[in-house]
């Protein structure tokens, strides 16, 4: 049995175990790619395994929350979303009206709203199969470090150290390498259903990301590996007239329809089969493709529904769960997202075949409907959390006590998602109401969809006081969330465009954020053209740069930007910009070749193309006040708080 | 010997060759999605072979235009385009000033002009790197029907029957397979030069697209491919304050460069080494790396020049030349670009190591420096222009005279571009006026610059009269251009916003004409809430769709917009159109799931997000004359002529 060790272990490729493979890669070639002249940093060292035999082929999650296309973004590959995935433009709510079909009741278009509020991000939201994010995800790892991920393996056993701090090593898994299927007993038929990995039928549930089971799977291979961390993403078992917008469709008696359009013309109904009463058990015979058409037409009548073509199917029983702890003793961490749970009890079930000895944590995080389109979403979102924290750790420039964070920070985010989604689907599921009988306002449910539209945007999330997030309250450390209104501390660094004086384009400042692992200092000094701005510029840099300072501090390989690397705003014309000599700090000679930065000095100033870019209004930062301001932003694009920058050794300090 | 038949060869795979290659992909991809009643339409048996080993990794062509890009868009390429490549926002001028540098004279920022005026194309300029967009081409290809470039392919001999007409593959061409090198004996320092494929030294030029030569290659096998037509598309052998702008740097004694921002930082510097005279040859030992710097640094003092990385470098002779016919009997094509040409009579040279035996057809097209970005460009286009005509002629939906049109629309392109080139050319290599000396003055190059800007966007081509393209002065068809002033018959079909009804999003209808070979009608019908209107469009679509309507006349596969497709821009408020019982013609039941079309309606609307589309306005329509507008555009979206509504007869007649 061979025996190996590794930094971190990835324990399933779906979304989320992708997303944090794929940011390594990231974080590891953004290192490649310096040359140091102190000690190199160390690649980070990972493997990402599936007992599957392939990745996920069709089916599955598919929406793409503007926040997280934010974040694709980060890494470089929004682009290929928005190539190949539909935008939703518009819900169009339809519900019963008894005065329809010349009296006998039926469905009328009851109102319209926009899908994305203009101003919520520089994106929209997007439809694509879950199997085409995992491409951009591999390619993207591969591209990026040559990492693969390794199919076919299983985990059967797992231990850790008592006191993880004792070895360097505290985990050990016993990973089966299963031989692949000798001829694909699946049919095209049976590649269209999704039911053996919905949570509805315990003995059918078999691959973390689809895929044929492994009951059948003789094991070619043992090895042990260990590990320093463990990270379990198996989520697992876990024609209308307006069909090419997003359709929220309650009939009076049949129940409710949500339909969203896909690529290639394709559109998802989400159909609502019935309603279970406690211990209730779907019966199986029900859950045919055409038992699914037949109940969604008696919902559309009098409209008519014929289904030209069926990609995929499947069938989910709403339940909201929560796991109570994302990490045990900070080394064995889970994330992501279950749709499904067949047990009944909370914090059970979708992990056991895959660590049958971790039974306490063998459930991914949070488990919900899939209607909202929160699952996807929240799972990458996690693994962002967390990945940055790992490779700070293993890199050393963060205490590991940074890692408790990843439970407090995506907890409260699971917690808050629950409580909406039960919400959502109670609506969903419940009978509207009618003259006659009590039951769903539609009122209420329009309220609530709008009031929840910064939520499912993904833009809402604010994490709390931490080690990483400052409190406006803190006193201490001088935090100054005034100077900068636009901005929020605990949340994302919202987008606003900006000039870039190096090209003379007009440029996203969020974009500049890169996902490479690296802290940011974004500088709004006022307008240079002052005397007064100019000289406390040259003292803030002063202590940035200086001996001891803030940056050096931090930054121990002799490459100044690769720890902490500072975006400055100037209030003044990029002509005006352009040839000052600015203190070296701000135009740092980036590495490999020496070369000063040209993609770090941004103005608000007018653009060729789209008018003034207003960015210190967009900030909230007042550009004739005779006090400039610095915001420090995470790795992962969170805000850890705001400083006047003439107490910039206050930032350091903290 | 193995003997083969195909529809297509294409010899050489630079970026004419791959773009005429991924086009056909394309154009089959399309007909294979499709399910027919009667016969399916075959598909295009094409390959494409090149001789070197492997594409070109570093170097070469880098600017890419608008209207490049914009055709990208056609085939789903360009968002990898925007997403790898450098946007160039401005070009600064740079000229001697005998003031500078305290009255000893140096260079002086003169003049600033943006690089591509707005309103130019949706589009703007990018720099990026051929060796890219041949990746982009290739996996296009690979997609959209499966089909690789054969490397290591040689053709020895061609013969083509005395009449082409009289057997169905006229043309035969020899094959030989070349042995893969047993070691790479390049070392990186070898790879970053170019000099083996410029047009400077005869013994070293090897292989058309990059790649080690073939002299010292075993054959391994030949084979005989016979083909109905044949491409060559064998060009070959054929830091200051604003380095990531565009910089134009005359100086007063030492000559010109030219430089332009590239992607990962790097900067292409073109450096005038010298002039010749009349018969005088370039001296090897003068072409080395480091003589190159030391000339570029003399050129731009006062200010230093380091270079901290050197990926690659050539050298080339300036010379303007141009091919007099580009097809043979309408069988063998050429296209591509070929910037250098040793001899120094026109129309020989550059092919002659590749059709030894077709020599009187042996260069490529054109041939002219490559400064002002022309010559990847013009060679796509040259084949997207062919592209489409022999898919058409292949699929018999039109004559084979139609392929006589790929000589005299691209001929006429190509020597436009030579007269632009020598003008640009001299004016680069010509020294500056001073008050003492005559010379190229700097408001005269200015001046050409700026009128010049549209031509190196790409989009001032505008074809003449031909089979496919009206003429205004065409009475007998009822050519009617003063209904639409803001469409240029024979040039492309510009870029105006709409709104989708189908999707209530604001797209670009110029995105709406995907390169797939089909041919389109675009219905201006006026504000459909008029009942004139309203009748006047259902006797448009009966002549369109009735029996022997022009649509029907031309489609004989029983798929209704598989041949030419109609798509309908409203002058009414979307959610006004979005519910009209429209005639069938108009949202086709599409093949292969008839599913009524989504995406053929456009309203002149108001978008969620960017204001007005005035799509009417900007095509120069006026929505309330009492009388609708139906614009026929090509396959590679250049306009065949403008008609009335009422007239679409005399559109179908044409």
Redesign the interface.
């Known amino acids: 049995m061979t025996n190996s060790a590794v930094d971190i272990l990835i324990v399933g490729a779906g979304p989320a175990g992708l997303f944090l493979a794929a940011q390594l890669a990231k974080i590891n070639a953004f290192h490649a790619s310096r040359v140091r002249t102190g000690e190199p940093v160390k690649r980070i060292n990972y493997r990402i395994v599936d007992k599957a035999e392939h990745k996920v082929l069709v089916g599955h999650a598919d929406g793409f929350q503007c926040r997280t296309v934010e974040v694709f973004q980060s890494l470089?590959i929004a682009?290929?979303v928005?190539?190949e995935g539909?935008?939703v433009?518009?819900v169009v709510f339809y519900n019963p009206d008894p005065e329809e079909d010349g009296g006998k009741g039926g469905l009328k278009e009851t109102q319209r709203v926009?899908d994305t509020e203009?101003g919520t991000s520089f994106f929209r939201h997007y439809l694509l199969g879950q199997a085409r994010i995992e491409q951009f995800l591999s390619d993207l790892m591969q591209d990026e470090d040559g990492t693969k991920v390794e199919q076919l393996m299983e985990p059967t056993s797992f231990e850790m150290a008592n006191d993880v701090n004792s070895t360097e090593y505290p985990i050990t898994v016993k990973l089966r390498h299963l031989a692949p299927s000798i001829s694909n007993g699946s049919t095209k038929e049976d590649s269209k259903s999704g039911l053996y990995r919905s949570n509805l039928f315990a003995t059918e549930a078999t691959s973390s990301t689809g895929g044929s089971g492994t009951d059948d799977k003789a094991t070619v291979d043992e090895e042990v590996v260990k590990a320093k961390y463990l990270v379990g993403c198996d989520g697992a078992r876990s024609?209308l007239?307006?069909?090419?917008?997003k359709n929220v469709i309650h009939s009076a008696e049949s129940g409710s329809i949500l339909t969203v359009?896909r690529e290639r013309?394709y559109v998802r109904f989400y159909v609502q089969l019935g309603r279970l009463e406690p211990g209730q058990r779907v019966n199986r015979s029900e859950v045919t493709i055409e038992k699914i058409i037949e109940k969604a037409q008696s919902i559309v009548k009098p409209y008519r529904l014929e289904c030209?073509?069926v990609e995929w199917y499947t069938c989910y029983e709403i339940g909201q769960r929560l796991c109570d702890t994302f990490d045990k003793q900070e080394r064995v961490f889970i994330a992501g997202y279950v749709a499904h749970d067949i047990e009944t009890a909370p914090n059970t079930g979708i992990l056991t075949s895959i660590f049958p000895h971790f039974r306490e944590y063998s459930d991914a995080c949070h488990t919900h409907s899939p209607k909202a389109g929160q699952g996807m979403n929240t799972s990458m979102m996690d693994t962002y959390n967390l990945g940055w924290k790992l490779a700070s750790v293993l890199h050393g420039t963060a205490q590991p006590s940074v890692l408790s964070t990843y439970q407090t920070e995506r907890h409260a985010v699971a917690n808050d998602l629950i409580e909406f989604d039960r919400k959502i689907a109670g609506l969903f599921s419940g009978k509207p109401a009618t003259r006659e009988e009590a039951g769903v306002s539609l009122d209420e449910f329009h309220a609530l969809w709008k009031k929840m539209g910064k939520w499912t945007t993904g833009t809402a999330i604010e994490y709390s006081q931490s080690s990483v997030v400052t409190s406006a309250k803190q006193q201490d450390f001088g935090i100054r969330p005034d100077l900068a209104t636009g901005i929020l501390i605990g949340s994302h660094f919202e987008n606003h465009p900006a000039i870039c004086c190096?090209?003379?384009?007009d440029i996203q400042l969020q974009h500049q954020l890169i996902s490479d692992g690296r802290w940011r200092i974004m500088l709004f000094p006022g307008d240079i053209r002052k005397t007064s701005v100019a000289d406390r510029l040259q003292s803030v840099c002063k202590k940035l740069d200086g001996e001891g300072g803030i940056i050096r501090r931090y930054t121990r390989t002799g490459d100044i930007d690769s720890v902490i690397q500072i975006l400055t705003v100037f209030a003044t014309p990029r002509l005006d910009i352009?040839?000052l000599p600015l203190p070296e700090i701000l135009k740092p000679k980036?590495s490999p070749?020496?070369?000063?930065a040209?993609d770090t000095i941004f103005a608000d100033d007018k653009s060729?193309?789209t008018g003034n870019s207003n960015t210190y209004i967009g900030y909230g930062i007042k550009a004739d006040r005779d006090i400039g301001c610095a915001v420090l932003v995470r790795p992962d694009q969170y805000v850890a708080g705001v400083w006047a920058d003439t107490d910039i050794e206050k930032l350091g300090e903290y």
Do not use: F, N
């Open positions: 470089g682009h290929r928005l190539h539909c935008e433009a518009e926009i203009p024609w007239p307006t069909i090419r917008l359009p013309g030209a073509d190096g090209t003379a384009q352009e040839k980036s070749y020496g070369v000063p040209w060729h193309y």
